[in-house]
């Protein structure tokens, strides 16, 4: 046997650690790529929609950005620059919290059993994170903003930096924002709060609507300008501004407000690495053993409280019957199911929103009754919104009664929440529009609105249930039923306003006959009427509700 067969191999040379001998930095970039790439290779639609969208995105950044520059030399061209940069960081800032779960190199902890530094991996992160659509919509909207206040060679190169500085804070804040609330994020909390991103989208849009109005009424602009010279040193803006001291011959403000500008990206940076250090090495509630169990609660069936806190609330006639049973099962839905929680979130916001808007604009106090219209919608498709777990409702519903109750049970956990609501919304907007005399046919025929769409609302729930889609939260009715979605939703309305003639016909005929010191017989008119068709509607749906049990069943089922 030769020396050389019997000498030992050479033992391999270790790798170097990632982030010293080799830069992750290539890599990440040609992740992102990939991850781009293989995205829209899964449907031509897929492909045709982000096509479409990123035009859409383009031509609205280059308007933007041709829009600042038109206003230069104009003399709100620098509070419009800093206003917008501000929105842009605003922007960068929340959109994480929405819309996490439609980027997967957001969650960073996918990387955590890989062998990564956080110092280098934030660098790979955000240089990574500068590709993409956002980026460049960034990039064209903060070159306009410095544009248009840019003049003089010293200017440019500021306003060189300024770009650069907007750009990073801007990447580099919606990372730390993400990392920092990863878990959460991550958590059926947090997609809770995905869900709830129409309604935010929903309310800025009315706020913008309404910023958007006082600015074209007279001195408007003005107040604009008082605001931007706040806005102008929440960072990036100063940065922006940086570039208009020079332009100005400011130049100590401009060092001030560059170096403020980085200062707050070095904080960033280091929230951001603290949060992805405590992602790599602290435990989470999935590796952590479990409290034990308290002998007095396993004593007591888990309920260590004893009655619930609506056990208290309701009356003592309801304690312990199905009525209260379905009422707090119903809250509990509320409170725990997402879809739910959305829907009634989404109509509570925009049910005080637009009464807000008539205020601000000097409306009609009748716009309250889209808050009674809004939650009475809520009692449509009761069956389909319980999804599988009406299988075990439905169980419990063998006689007449049990169908009443269940009904009754949950048109009274609407209207715990509806009528106190719809109370304070009309109360406070007739208060500050000046209108306390019109407070009383305004609630009547709210109340009247509210038990009319309860009456149609438990009907259609019965005869015309639709199922929802268990496995994506974002969609309002299973394949091939969204005809019921439309005729639940416009036929309910209308339907309620039609049951609603009578006191409506009463209000006008009192208007007309100047009978104005007899509107206030419009409250107990209207909130008896609610309540009696209300409950007409209960009665007649109870029976019909206990012979549809299979078909509802089986619609239940195609979801």
């Known amino acids: 046997m030769t020396t050389s067969a019997t000498a030992p191999l050479a033992a391999p040379a270790p790798a170097p650690p990632p982030g010293r001998g080799s830069s992750l930095t290539p890599v990440f970039v040609r992740l992102k790529l990939t991850l781009f790439r293989n995205g829209l290779r899964r449907s031509t639609g897929r492909t045709v929609g982000w096509s479409l969208g990123v035009a859409f995105a383009m031509l609205y950044a280059l308007g933007m950005g041709a829009g600042m520059v038109a206003l230069r030399n104009n003399h709100y061209a620098p509070s419009a620059a800093v206003t917008v940069t501000v929105v842009l960081v605003v922007g960068w800032a929340i959109m ?23 110092r280098p991996l934030i660098t790979a992160l955000l240089v990574s994170s500068l590709i993409g659509v956002g980026p460049l919509f960034t990039l064209l909207v903060s070159t306009g903003a410095v544009v248009a206040v840019a003049h003089g060679g010293a200017a440019w190169v500021v306003a060189v930096l300024a770009v650069a500085l907007t750009l990073l804070l801007c990447v580099a804040l919606s990372r730390a924002v993400a990392a920092a609330n990863t878990r959460l994020l991550t958590s059926r909390k947090g997609r809770d ?14 706020l913008v609507n309404l910023g958007v109005n006082s600015l074209s009424s007279d001195g408007g602009l003005h107040r604009a300008t008082s605001v931007a010279s706040v806005l102008r040193w929440i960072p990036p803006a100063p940065a922006v501004d940086a570039v208009r001291s020079t332009a100005r011959g400011s130049y100590g403000l401009a060092v001030v407000q560059l170096a403020l500008t980085v200062a707050v990206l070095a904080l960033v940076l280091r929230w951001w690495h603290a949060s992805l250090h405590r992602l790599m090495v602290s435990p989470d509630a999935s590796t952590l053993q479990a409290a034990p169990e308290r002998e007095g609660s396993k004593a007591r069936g888990g309920t260590a409280a004893g009655p619930s ?34 829907a009634w979130a989404t109509g509570l916001a925009v049910g ?23 939650l009475g919608m809520q009692m449509y498709n009761q069956f389909g919104m319980d999804g599988s777990a009406f299988w075990t409702v439905s169980a ?23 009528v106190p609501y719809v109370t304070v919304v009309t109360t406070g907007a007739a208060l500050l529009l000046h209108r306390v005399s019109a407070l009383p046919e305004t609630l009547g025929l709210s109340f009247a609105f509210l038990g009319a769409l309860v009456a149609t609302g438990s009907y259609a729930s019965v005869r015309y249930p639709y199922a929802l889609p268990q496995d994506n939260p974002f969609a309002n009715a299973a394949p091939g039923q969204g005809g019921l979605v439309a005729l639940n939703v416009v036929g309910g309305t209308f339907s309620g306003a039609a049951l609603s003639l009578p006191v409506i016909a009463l209000t006008l005929a009192l208007h007309f006959n100047d009978l104005h010191s007899l509107l206030w017989l419009v409250l107990p008119v209207g909130a008896l009427y609610g309540l009696a068709v209300a409950a007409a509607s209960l009665r007649f749906t109870a029976p019909r509700l206990l012979d549809r049990l299979p078909e509802i069943l089986g619609v239940v089922a195609k979801a």
């Not at 957001?106 to 062998?115: H, K």
């Not at 008539?358 to 009748?366: L, P, R, S």
């Open 396 to 418: 419990t519903i063998t006689t007449r009664r049990d169908a009443a109750l269940e009904l009754r049970g949950r048109a009274l956990t609407l209207a715990a929440i509806a």
């Open 193 to 206: 709060l995905a869900l709830l991103s129409g309604l935010f989208v929903a309310v800025g849009a009315q």
């Open 96 to 118: 994480p919290l929405f819309f996490f779960g439609g980027d997967d190199t957001l969650d960073p902890t996918r990387l955590a059993m890989l062998p990564l530094r956080p």
């Open 309 to 342: 806190l609506l056990a208290r609330l309701l009356p003592g006639r309801l304690v312990g019957g199905r009525t209260a049973t379905v009422m707090e099962r119903q809250f509990r839905y509320l409170w725990r199911d997402p879809r739910s929680k959305a």
């Open 352 to 374: 005080l929103l637009l009464p807000l808007v008539a205020v601000v604009q000097h409306g009609t106090v009748y716009q309250c009754l889209w808050a009674a219209g809004l």
